[in-house]
Structure formats: C-alpha cells, structure tokens
C-alpha cells in the first residue's frame, strides 16, 4: 500500500497568494482527516470527512481556509489568501471504517508564506 | 470535549536505558488511545494502541499501560535505541467523534 500520499511536499508563496494542497487517502479509507502543526499549537485538527461528506469543520481558523472532497480517492485544502501566520505543516490523514480511529498520516506539505 | 495532557515535554535518556511517557485525559467515556511518533520531516506514525477494555499491551520492546480509574495511560520503552529518538504523541477521542485530540508531544533523545 503507498498510504497517504501528499502533495506538493513544500510550498513556498507570497502573502496573498492561494494555496491548494492534495491528499490521496489510503484506498479503502472512508475519513480523510485535515491537521495543522506549528510549534506553538501543537497538531490542530482543522477539519474531516466521512464518506466524502464534512463532519466537523470547526478547527478551520477562518474563512480563507476551504477544504474539499469531490470523491474517495482526492481531497484539497485552499488558502485563499494566504497569510504569513498560515505558515505550518499540514498533515493528512485517514481511517478505515471498521477502525475508525485508527489514523495514519500522509508525509506532510510545508507551506511558507513570505 | 476532551483535554489531553502529555509529560514530560523533553525527555534524554542513555541507550539501553527505558523511557516512560505519560498523558492523562478527561472523557471518562473515551475507549481507545493511540501513541505515535514523529521523526524529523515526516508525519506521525501509529506505533501502537490500547482500547479500554485491557490493561496493557506489549509489542516487543513498547508497552502500553491503561488506568481509566485514573484516567491516565503511558508508553514504555525498554532498551532504548539511538533509532528512538522522535517525537511522542499520545492522543484520545472525542466522545461519539471520528475526533482525536493530541497530546503536546514528547520529545525522545536517546543518547549513545
């Protein structure tokens, strides 16, 4: 199994600009899982899916933060516009149906705003 | 909703040595807890878990242990290897939630 796969890896833009990142869940996973991690906030769980339909999106910070999952297999996080305090790593993550809190994380996005 | 809470938040410990990670948590209705670990420039992985109804468990030289009485559960590592050294995070859900909530993280430096 490839797991989560995340892209891109790195992300550098400019304040005000959009950010769209990708994540393919592990096939066969039902929730799909958005996270945010800095060193001051620790990991945040920004917002999740079940069965492609959003769940809890009450850790997205704000209306510039979007999130999508058009079908099983793809799911994006848009930023728009970004800001400098966005600067983070994203995770991804998902979960089998019958283990559904079993989570396993993609590699990440790192995403620098100047 | 529930709180995790994880000690230490460093922790140094010489090869060879055991390394024990503790986290508490508040929903007395949470049933299942996880530990993962994070090595630099990658995402956590699930190491290992426990559900509510044992104890402890064992996976080789990673143990688990359970209070719900007390509402705490720790990871033990024995024989500690250079290869440990990552950051731990414990976590636990959310009632009637497909939520985890994260623990601040551990960070493991085993010297050789």
């Known amino acids: 199994d490839a797991g989560v796969i995340q892209s891109p890896r790195h992300e550098v833009t400019e304040m005000g600009q959009e950010v769209t990142l990708r994540c393919k869940p592990i096939?066969?996973?039902?929730?799909l899982f958005w996270y945010r991690q800095t060193m001051m906030r620790g990991l945040e769980l920004l917002i999740y899916?079940?069965?492609?339909?959003?769940?809890?999106d009450s850790g997205m910070p704000e209306d510039r933060f979007s999130a999508k999952m058009p079908n099983a297999s793809f799911s994006t996080l848009k930023i728009q516009p970004s800001e400098p305090r966005d600067s983070a790593v994203y995770f991804c993550?998902?979960?089998?149906?019958?283990?559904?809190?079993?989570?396993?994380f993609g590699p990440g996005t790192r995403l620098t705003v100047t | 909703g529930e709180n995790v809470e994880q000690h230490p938040s460093t922790l140094s410990v010489q090869e060879g040595d055991s390394a024990v990670i503790k986290c508490t948590y508040s929903?007395?209705?949470?049933?299942?807890f996880p530990w993962y670990k994070q090595e630099l420039g990658k995402g956590p992985q699930l190491i290992i878990d426990?559900?509510?109804?044992?104890g402890e468990k064992k996976d080789q030289r990673i143990a688990v242990t359970l209070n719900k009485t007390a509402k705490h559960f720790s990871l033990h590592i024995t024989e500690t290897q250079p290869e440990d050294s990552a950051v731990y995070f414990c976590?636990?859900?959310?009632?009637?939630?497909?939520?985890?909530?994260f623990g601040q993280g551990t960070t493991l430096q085993v010297k050789p």
């Open positions: 993550a998902s979960s089998p149906a019958d283990r559904g809190y079993e989570q396993y």
């Open positions: 096939s066969g996973h039902n929730s």
């Open positions: 899916f079940n069965n492609n339909v959003p769940i809890d």
């Open positions: 929903d007395s209705a949470s049933n299942y």
């Open positions: 426990i559900r509510s109804n044992v």
């Open positions: 976590a636990a859900p959310t009632s009637n939630t497909g939520k985890l909530i």
